[in-house]
């Protein structure tokens, strides 16, 4: 297949939406699909274009076999609901050229589309329509229920608008892939039917990232004995994860000279939370910059409890992408979450890690202090094997391979139907 695919994340992000999209567009091109990739300057999770293309507004570089096709974007030094929304647009803005000379080429067989943003999805339909292809639009994040429910956007009318252009490009896209059941259900529940649906949960490669054992770990690069109790986070450090509550739990717990807080990543919240522990005087917190993938193991080795974070208002809205590369290391997550959602039932239900109650601090320092003193080897060989079994880079994109040919096979009897034709007025 040729595959056209759009998305404002890529590849050298370590963190987040860029690094699966590139994950996957290197799978496809090393499984014969011939793939073109159109893109965003590399910013994330600094907020902040990496060194090497600074200054660039457009280029193409072949990474993995895969043609990555990148342009400029606005980012804002400080991230609010309007200046994201500038940003995502000015990203659009500037894919048009690219857009453009893909118009030229020859045709792809698909186009796939990556969101967050969600206004993504109107370039690719146009592409779409022209072209006579089939639009896979692939959520992330639903991020306009996202934005609602976290008090990002509050304006009923324009939250009105932005439901509808959704809908407008849900209705008109031939699959809809997602990254968790209870995200598919939300899905749905917006009229997109199940037989366009599909899970296409964010994977892990078993084989590269694996269980260490401590001696292997990164303890002694970071300055920590091997009896220290280690409690990690590692990824982006945003305003939205509430990491705030980390800080106050450590606080807390400043009396246990073993207990370490250690914070790996960078973001829009890492030099508030610089401040708050310089502060408040915390030794027992310590911070480090996003490790290279090819340490991740190592990393992840250097805990003995991992902390996920998630709003409540956020249930079922996003799925942490680090609890993939948590579980193949043989780690043991610590989670916010309410039940009923799929991370608490994820977690409860296979018993690969512990639970706690969302956005409740004391919640928080208790399951910390409580799985510290818990024997956790039954969860952490839980997890490898929930993610030998679930979540398997190969098993994974094979099922999503064959949901691309089996859309582009379909094409080949049965033309796109779903543009309606505009049919002239009487007189016209």
């Known amino acids: ?62 990474m993995d076999g895969v043609r990555v096709h990148r342009s ?64 896979v639009y692939h959520v992330q994040d639903l991020q306009v229920d996202m934005a609602k429910n976290l008090g990002m956007l509050s ?90 509550q980390i800080i106050e739990v450590a606080g807390r717990l400043r009396h246990l000279p073993l207990l370490k807080f250690v914070i790996v990543g960078t973001g829009g919240a890492r030099e508030k939370l610089m401040e708050r522990v310089a502060a408040e005087q915390l030794t027992n917190v310590l911070f480090f910059p996003l490790q290279p993938y090819e340490k991740l193991s190592a990393l992840l080795a250097t805990a003995d409890l991992h902390v996920i974070l998630q709003k409540k208002s956020a249930s079922d809205l996003v799925l942490p992408s680090k609890l993939t590369s948590i579980l193949a290391a043989g780690g043991c997550p610590l989670v916010t979450a309410s039940p009923g959602t799929i991370l608490h039932d994820i977690i409860t239900r296979h018993k690969v890690g512990v639970v706690v109650e969302a956005e409740c601090v004391d919640a928080l320092e208790k399951g910390i202090v409580q799985a510290l003193a818990s024997d956790l080897s039954v969860k952490r060989t839980n997890a490898r094997l929930y993610a030998e079994r679930y979540l398997s880079r190969e098993a994974i994109m094979k099922q999503f391979e064959r949901d691309l040919l089996k859309l582009t096979r379909k094409l080949v009897d049965k033309p796109v139907a779903r543009y309606p034709k505009v049919v002239p007025e009487p007189g016209q």
């Open 1 to 62: 297949m040729r595959l056209l695919i759009y998305g404002i994340n890529y590849a050298p992000e370590l963190t987040g939406i860029g690094k699966y999209t590139a994950d996957m567009s290197a799978w496809l091109a090393q499984h014969g699909h011939e793939v073109d990739v159109i893109t965003a300057m590399p910013y994330y999770p600094e907020w902040d274009v990496h060194k090497s293309y600074k200054g660039k507004w457009w280029q193409t570089e072949v």
């Open 155 to 244: 304006n009923r009318q324009f939250l009105a608008c932005l439901y509808r252009a959704e809908k407008f490009i849900l209705d008109r896209c031939e699959l809809v892939s997602t990254i968790s059941e209870g995200m598919m259900a939300r899905i749905q529940a917006k009229g997109v039917p199940a037989s366009r649906c599909t899970l296409l949960p964010n994977w892990v490669d078993e084989r590269q990232v694996k269980p260490l054992p401590v001696s292997q770990s990164l303890r002694k690069a970071f300055g920590l004995s091997h009896n220290d109790e280690v409690v990690l986070y590692a990824g982006s450090l945003g305003e939205k994860q509430g990491l705030e």
């Open 72 to 135: 400029a974007l606005y980012i804002p030094k400080r991230v609010s609901a309007l200046k994201r929304i500038a940003h995502e647009f000015s990203f659009v803005a500037s894919s048009l050229p690219h857009w453009f000379r893909a118009f030229f080429r020859k045709r792809a067989d698909a186009v796939i589309c990556v969101v967050p943003a969600f206004h993504l999805g109107f370039i690719p339909l146009l592409y779409a329509w022209l072209r006579r292809v089939p639009v």
